[in-house]
């Protein structure tokens, strides 16, 4: 949620783009909080209590709030939406204000039109539904997932398409598959360095990038530190010593 927000959030405000997000998890509320500390770098904590917030935080919420009032982002957070309501939501808001972007948080909680089948089944019916949607709309859809635990018995935990839960469909019709990879275990996760893995991808070759979590924030930034040599490896130095900071993305 955290990078496919931040994805939306650079369409609509930096690239001054129209996008809209069904958020079958996470409420209205939630989720402009979130936008609000990632654009404005306040502290989720703190903003938990608005009267502890000092005036330099009052003043980056407004700026936040300021962007995220004249960005086009749009939001529908009505849980267990269909396939065919999402694509009636969609299509007419693409007629009557316009569409550069749509966000899905998460697959796995659109609900199921018609009869009871499996979960995989159903799953694949989904994914191929938003394929053809993003087909007929002539915008890239970002659908979120979640992943099985297959990963968890992999050395380093490192996630791949196939670990994409319910239906291998999903990874079958994706144009690209973006994973976050962040191991809390290890002495980088701890110190917040995150993987974005492009396992799969039509128009790129896969590969990764590093990046900084920021989850006070609700953000990744930049990753100003570099690949540690042989011999950091040996003495056990970690990506996130060799950070010096980072510019939002």
């Known amino acids: 949620t955290m990078l496919g927000l931040q994805i939306m959030q ?51 919420v407004s700026i936040a709030v300021s962007k995220i009032k004249n960005a086009e982002l749009y939001l529908n957070d009505t849980p267990g939406l269909s396939m065919s309501r999402i694509r009636s939501i969609a299509r007419s808001f693409q007629k009557s204000i316009g569409l550069d972007i749509l966000m899905i948080d998460y697959v796995g909680l659109i609900g199921i039109d018609g009869k009871s089948i499996s979960r995989a089944e159903s799953v694949g019916k989904i994914s191929i539904a938003l394929k053809n949607l993003s087909k007929e709309l002539g915008v890239p859809v970002l659908v979120l ?64 990038c590093l990046v900084q979590r920021q989850g006070q924030y609700a953000r990744f930034v930049q990753f100003m530190g570099g690949p540690p040599s042989n011999d950091e490896i040996e003495m056990g130095r970690s990506y996130a010593s060799r950070s010096k900071g980072g510019k939002s993305l």
């Open 145 to 208: 997932a979640q992943l099985n635990r297959n990963s968890t018995s992999r050395a380093g935990n490192r996630p791949q398409s196939s670990d994409l839960r319910d239906s291998g469909q999903i990874e079958q019709d994706a144009d690209a598959v973006l994973l976050v990879h962040h191991d809390p275990e290890s002495e980088q996760g701890r110190n917040g360095v995150s993987e974005i893995i492009l396992d799969k991808g039509r128009q790129a070759p896969p590969g990764s």
């Open 10 to 60: 650079s369409v609509a405000v930096a690239g001054k783009g129209k996008g809209l997000i069904f958020s079958l998890e996470m409420g209205e509320q939630e989720l402009t909080v979130r936008s609000i500390a990632s654009l404005g770098g306040v502290d989720l904590r703190r903003m938990e209590n608005a009267k502890e917030l000092e005036q330099d935080e009052w003043n980056r």
